[in-house]
Every structure is written in C-alpha cells, then in structure tokens.
C-alpha cells in the first residue's frame, strides 16, 4: 500500500501521495477536471516555470524574498525547465479557474523540490511556501496569460521555419517546372495557357505571405501583464518588482517582453490570441487551397487531370490492388480543418470573458497550442514526403492544352473576339483542335498559328518578361 501524507487547503484535507511533488490542489483539479486526458503542454510548463524562477529572482532583488527562499526556488525551477518532474504536472489542460489549478499545481512542484533542497520534508512547507514563496507578487491572472503568450511563441518558431522550408521548396519547383506549359483553369474550366512555373509561384508566393501576416500578429504578444497581479492594480507588488520584472523575464526567456500599457486591459482582454489565431487560420485557408489543388491535378491517374505526380507513399486501398491516395495533401487538409475549428474556440473563448478577467484562458491556450503544433508538422511532412518529390508530367499537359479552346484567347488581338468564339464552339462540336480549324477556314497561315499558340515560344517569351 502506498504511503501518504496528509494535506490542507481552504476546503479541507486530503491525502497525497508521500512522494508526490505535486500536493492537494492539483489533487483538488484532477478530481474536478476529468475533461480530455491530455497533460498540459510541456512547452507551457517549461515557461511557467520560467515565470517563476524570474520572479523569484526579481523579489529578492526588492528585498521581500529571502536568499535562501530565491536560490531554492531557483533551483528548483530549472529542474522544472530542464524537463524534470514532467509527471508531476497531472491537471488537465481544459479546466475551471482561468488557470489557477495550473498555476498551483507549478507552485507545489516547485515547492516542494526547494522544501528538499534546503533539508524539508514534501507537504510540511516550512522552507519554502506555494502561495506565500513561490506565487509572491503574482496571481493567476498575470502568470498564466504571461505563460500562454510565451508558449505560442516558442512554438511559432518551428513554424515559421517550416513555412520557410515549403516557401522554398515550392519556388524550387517553379523553377523547374518553368518551361512546362498547361491550361490555367477557372471555376474548373479551361482558361488560357500558363506554365507550371507559375501556379507553383502562387503557391510559394501565398505560403510568404501568410508567414509574414503570422509574423506581424504575433508582435502584440510580446506585451504582456505580469505585475498587474488579479485584476491589473499590482496588488501586492512592490515598485521595484513592477519595473523590472519583464526585463529579468526576457533574460531567461530568451526574447523580449515588455508590460503592456495599461494592465486592466491586457488582464481582462484576449484580442491578441484572436489576431494571431485570425493569421493561422488565414494561413491555413491558402495552405488548404495548395492541398486541394496538388489533388486536383495529380488526380487520376487514368481518369483524372494528371498533370502532376506525387510521390507514392503508401497503398491506398484495402481492397483495391495498386491505388495510391494523395495521402499527404489529405493529411494537411485535416490539419487546415482543425485550425479552422479552433480558432472558432479561440474566438468565443476570447470574447465570453466578463468584467476585469476572462475564465477561458486554459481552453483559448489548449486548441491554440495544438493549431501550431498540428500545422508544423503538416507542413514538414508536406515538404519532406510530397512537394520534393513533386514531378510534372509534360507531354500530358502540353497534349491538354493543345486539344483546349482555352487557347483561342490569344487570337483575340488577331481575329477579334466574335471570331475567335466562333472558332471555339466549332472545335468542340466537331471534336478538333483550334489550329485545325484556323487552317481550315484559311485564316491564319501555320506559321502565324504556331507563333501564337506554341508552348515553347509563349514559355520563351514568359521568361524574357520576367
């Protein structure tokens, strides 16, 4: 039978595990919150931590910690950050509170690690307090907003370098395939000629585009508001910690936080997770778009458009022999979805807060967490086993666009647009190709038809414009 201790908190008492670092509050949340199952980002406990060890680090700097308190609390907070005491952090990541169950559950570890280091016992918090020592001029209210907007931003860093990844992936593939021409098509229609070049330039072109809007948003989480404390007045700082406390936080974190202007605001307000999420699903919408199209065109292979090819990753299908499923592009649109989603969640979390603090923090940061991380590794997996091995193929599509009407556009100039339409209808009813009915009517020579319509020529003179 396993040994426990025996715990207090405002509601009662109950019993902890003896060598549990965790004590009876997060206990408390586990009982309440049986909700997903999930454990709490360990990025968002590394910067929790981090909070910590920078408040710690700021209160004795304003002579209201002791130096044996901060050096404990200290240690124990980069062991937390190291990655140690993971399973000690069981709350789950959608909770009641606005976050405070997270909070103390970081408080608690902490604790009771200084409590050991400076020769305590786990549970007694003789040393060293939770609320008292570790929580010391903070609240719930400036901690976890403080963390969430550190966590997306630690992870957007991955993110983006992927997105430049694919940004560079897809311009490498305009290049190659800037020779090869194919019909440009329009509420999936025949259009006019284009080359692949260019529809693999879009793409790179709308993926840098959207990293550099993600870019722009996230700037707004850089303010945050630690030091404002429950509601934004700084009850129970001092002056000293209200000053330098994002100073010695961007030290250790590594990037740089100022406090936001006004603290009533920034505690009560989560506008800027929505601008950023508003980016992402902005991003997705485009990168769903790609996904859709390398679909479309890869779609066949014997009934489909089959201009592209993708790399054959796997069987598509348990009962049909020798299908391959444009497994990768699926992959990314469900990913596309789920940002969609939440950032649905992210929005109403956003805008249900009341009066001087928003309750929904833990489940804004849980859906937001997962959008970044999600769509990182769509993309890494969109780059690495889809658009690398991307191929054209270029008789098909030069066969494609010489059979299309598409192409009577570029006669317009010539034979005038009332004319150029009559040739089109004709070449479809008759199942023939607009040079055979130019040729037929006599009213452009070979020559001159060739000069307009062949691929290589317009391919040629694109590439002279550029």
Do not use: W
């Amino acid at each position: 039978m396993k040994k426990t201790r025996t715990e207090s908190d405002s509601i009662g008492q109950m019993e902890v595990d003896a060598d549990a670092y965790y004590g009876v509050q997060t206990l408390r949340a586990v009982t309440n919150f049986p909700i997903t199952g999930e454990k709490m980002s360990p990025v968002f406990i590394r910067n929790l931590a981090l909070i910590k060890k920078a408040c710690a680090i700021t209160n004795l700097e304003a002579g209201v910690l002791t130096k044996e308190k901060k050096e404990a609390i200290v240690k124990a907070c980069d062991e937390v950050i190291s990655g140690k005491f993971l399973d000690q952090f069981l709350v789950d990541p959608i909770q009641g509170g606005a976050g405070t169950s997270a909070n103390m559950n970081m408080n608690e570890v902490i604790a009771n690690r200084a409590n050991e280091l400076c020769g305590g016992e786990k549970g007694k918090y003789d040393h060293v307090h939770p609320n008292d020592d570790v929580n010391k001029a903070q609240s719930t209210n400036d901690v976890i907003p403080t963390a969430g907007k550190m966590t997306v931003l630690s992870l957007l860093d991955p993110l983006e370098k992927e997105i430049d990844r694919l940004v560079a992936s897809l311009q490498k593939k305009a290049k190659e395939f800037s020779h090869v021409l194919k019909m440009g098509r329009t509420q999936l229609q025949d259009a006019v000629p284009m080359t692949m070049g260019e529809s693999f330039s879009s793409y790179a072109s709308s993926m840098e585009r959207g990293k550099e809007r993600i870019a722009k948003a996230s700037l707004e989480l850089t303010k945050i508001n630690l030091g404002g404390t429950a509601i934004g007045t700084g009850i129970n700082t001092t002056a000293y910690y209200r000053e330098h406390i994002a100073e010695n936080l961007s030290s250790l974190y590594g990037k740089k936080l100022t406090i936001a202007d006004n603290l009533f605001d920034a505690t009560e307000n989560l506008d800027s997770f929505v601008e950023v999420s508003g980016s992402l699903k902005a991003f997705a919408v485009s990168l769903d778009k790609f996904a859709n199209d390398l679909r479309l065109l890869s779609s066949g292979p014997r009934t489909g458009l089959h201009e592209l090819n993708l790399p054959s990753r796997q069987n598509g299908s348990s009962i049909m022999p020798g299908k391959v499923n444009p497994v990768i592009p699926e992959v990314v649109n469900q990913v596309c979805f789920l940002v969609l989603g939440h950032d649905t969640t992210i929005t109403m979390a956003a805008s249900e807060g009341q009066m001087e603090l928003n309750a929904f923090e833990p489940v804004l940061f849980e859906q937001f967490f997962e959008s970044i991380t999600s769509l990182t590794h769509a993309i890494q997996t969109l780059v690495d086993n889809c658009v690398e091995g991307i191929t054209v193929n270029k008789e098909h599509c030069f066969h494609l666009e010489q059979k299309s009407v598409g192409i009577v556009t570029a006669l317009v100039p010539y034979i005038g647009y009332v004319k150029s339409a009559e040739i089109a209808k004709k070449a479809l009813k008759e199942s023939r190709t607009v040079k055979e009915v130019l040729l037929e009517e006599g009213l452009m020579k070979e020559g001159e038809i060739d000069k307009i319509l062949n691929p290589e020529a317009l391919a040629e003179e694109d590439e002279q414009t550029k």
